[in-house]
């Protein structure tokens, strides 16, 4: 089961256990994760729940596609090499450990 | 008597829930109570009309926050349970099963329910609503047999439904006593273009025709009759005209309600101790107008927010920009604004591919923006008007060529 930490601006971290299955902001949302707002559910139709990704993501994740791209153009915070909206993150048992950064402000 | 504590939220939908959230996000600290009607854990409703009846998403996609997230925070959860009395001299509500919760402020997000068709026939089998996560899985279920398909309201759930029959290859038929799709809710074009779509994909529309009757055989529904005495033929009848505010346990109570449980600027009703929220509270809109009620998940969880902050000691009049959102086979449609009463409409964009933004104006002011399938459009409108700007985007601005609301937004952050 696929080991997920987010880490706020102010560096609490908040460490879960998500099955494979679902996604980075599914699971951040159930557990009421500070700061993944996620106002459209997933849907590509906000930049709500915008993360920087850290460590353990490298190819883990297919790339960005044109409707993410076009709304990391919106995000409150900074667009950045390692911008994602964690709505796209989907998890499987590839994946051992993860570190998500939340941003400081979503909308 | 002893002083009155904690927060009971009577009602766990989107409103509720983010209540119970925000609160305990602000460091409150008293007990939380949230009453919810439905047996299960709280879940979202959009997805119900969409990818959950279209079974792309779980139960667990569905609901709201995880059970360890209520055991977390404290957060007493009364599943399965109605609120049947409020005592304002005690402060006490009062449950269907006897218990009796004592509150220091009570809210009310009570939610709604859909309006039942007024005609014979609605209790035969295979006629229903599309309201609870129970109700969406009955359909997915019923999806798989049927064979013809009467959608009854061509609303943001009623073509939701249709757009989900023809992903299962049906052709169901939508009836509307409107002339227009989603009347109440989108400008005229955007309205067309819709219905055209949904004739691509082998729809057929009834509009301007209302139901006079449901027809049937051994107790299962067999067709709908119109007000013009034609009979189309249906072994499933879904209805989605509309919703009602649930304001029976605010009236008990003696408090106002005005389509919607009557509420000031800052959601309070005109006992302190109480407020209403979400999709069953008339509050006063601070872009004038009057008092209004609004059916959507931005409007539940941002008065949740407000109103949570008020209760942990920072007061403000509740303000934010209305915005909803429709997904229909593969048109998102965004909405920005409140489109009420506008006379202008400029289509911005390629309609023909489905990419486009319809400005609305009142006179010379913009106030709403539609969007299908342009997401930044409709981020870049929210950011304008919430920031107030609609008078300095004129329909002259927009029918120019070169226009870009996002360069537009720009300039402006930067005089």
Redesign the interface.
Do not use: S
């Given at each position: 089961m696929p080991k997920v930490t987010f880490v706020q601006q102010d560096g609490t971290e908040t460490v879960l256990d998500l099955p494979a299955g679902?996604t980075v902001m599914?699971g951040a949302?159930?557990?009421?994760v500070?700061g993944i707002v996620a106002?459209?559910?997933g849907?590509?139709?906000?930049?709500t729940c915008h993360v920087y990704t850290g460590d353990g993501v490298d190819g883990r994740f297919p790339g960005v596609a044109d409707?993410e791209d076009?709304?990391l153009?919106?995000t409150a915070e900074p667009r950045q090499e390692n911008s994602r909206l964690s709505c796209q993150l989907g998890l499987t048992d590839d994946i051992d450990e993860l570190v998500i950064r939340v941003p400081g402000a979503q909308t | 008597m002893s002083a009155r504590r904690g927060v009971v939220i009577v009602g766990a939908g989107q409103a509720g829930v983010q209540a119970a959230d925000a609160l305990r996000e602000a460091g409150f600290t008293e007990p939380v109570t949230l009453v919810g009607e439905e047996p299960e854990l709280p879940y979202q409703r959009p997805p119900l009309s969409k990818e959950y009846l279209a079974g792309k998403a779980s139960h667990d996609d569905v609901v709201l926050r995880g059970e360890r997230f209520y055991e977390d925070r404290d957060i007493d959860l009364r599943l399965g349970r109605c609120a049947v009395g409020v005592d304002r001299i005690r402060r006490t509500v009062t449950l269907d099963d006897g218990a009796v919760l004592s509150y220091g402020h009570l809210v009310l997000a009570t939610g709604t329910r859909p309006r039942q068709l007024p005609i014979p026939g609605t209790g035969l089998d295979g006629v229903l609503n599309l309201r609870t996560r129970a109700e969406s899985e009955e359909l997915r279920r019923r999806l798989e047999s049927a064979r013809k398909v009467v959608v009854i309201g061509a609303g943001f759930i009623g073509l939701e439904f249709a757009a989900a029959c023809q992903a299962a290859g049906l052709r169901p038929v939508v009836l509307d006593i409107a002339d227009q799709v989603m009347g109440r809710a989108v400008s005229a074009p955007t309205a067309a273009f819709f219905e055209d779509r949904h004739r691509a994909w082998g729809t057929r529309f009834l509009t301007g025709c209302g139901p006079a009757e449901l027809a049937g055989e051994d107790g299962r529904v067999t067709g709908v009759r119109t007000a013009d005495g034609v009979t189309v033929p249906a072994d499933l009848v879904v209805t989605g005209i509309g919703v009602l505010p649930h304001t029976e346990l605010a009236t008990m109570a003696g408090l106002a309600s005005d389509n919607g449980i009557v509420v000031d600027e800052y959601l309070a009703t005109d006992d302190p101790h109480i407020s209403a929220i979400g999709d069953c509270a008339a509050f006063p809109t601070p872009r004038g107008g009057g008092r209004i009620r609004l059916e959507s998940v931005q409007n539940a969880a941002d008065q949740a927010r407000c109103l949570a902050a008020r209760l942990t000691g920072a007061p403000r009049p509740y303000d934010a920009l209305p915005w909803f959102w429709s997904y229909q086979g593969d048109l998102r449609l965004q909405i920005a604004g409140l489109l009420t009463g506008h006379d202008r409409t400029v289509m911005y964009g390629d309609e023909q591919a489905g990419k486009f933004s319809v400005f609305c104006f009142r006179g010379s002011t913009l106030v709403a923006v539609e969007s299908v399938n342009r997401p930044a459009d409709h981020m870049a409108a929210r950011r304008l008007l919430a920031e107030g700007a609609g008078p300095d985007v004129t329909p002259d601005d927009v029918a120019d060529p070169g226009f870009s609301l996002r360069t537009h937004a720009a300039r402006r952050a930067i005089v």
């Open positions: 679902t599914r949302v159930a557990a009421g500070p106002e459209c559910g849907n590509l139709m906000c930049a409707g076009e709304l153009d919106c | -």
